[in-house]
């Protein structure tokens, strides 16, 4: 068996790099739908899960919230399916309309 070229070897991550992507995940997803954190504490809620903004806000920002956490967060937005693909670098690109909007909130 031969080994893959090196460019196709996933890139070694600490911990932060992996809380970062976690977090990333959850926020463009948000984004994408034009959910705030005080809509997908009202979203859990109609599921019977009880989470408060700030709550949400916190275990978002630290990048440390439970597998669990993150597929009450789908199911409460309506994502049937988040694409994977491993990427070797782990740099990401959202399209060019969710950049924009998300500078212009920023600013």
């Known amino acids: 068996m031969t080994n893959p070229p090196a460019e196709l070897k996933p890139a070694t991550l600490n911990d932060e790099e992996w809380r970062d992507a ?22 859990l809620a109609e599921i019977g899960v009880e989470e ?3 709550s949400i806000r916190n275990k978002v920002s ?15 937005i309506g994502v049937e399916l988040i ?20 500078q212009r909130d920023q600013g």
């Open 83 to 102: 694409p994977f693909k491993p990427d070797v670098t782990f740099t990401s690109q959202l399209p060019p309309e969710l950049l924009a909007r998300m």
């Open 52 to 54: 408060s903004e700030t």
């Open 22 to 43: 976690a977090k990333r995940v959850i926020k463009v997803e948000l984004k994408r739908r034009g959910v705030t954190y005080a809509d997908l504490s009202q979203l």
């Open 62 to 76: 630290r990048g440390t919230f439970s597998f669990v956490f993150a597929l009450q967060t789908m199911k409460a």
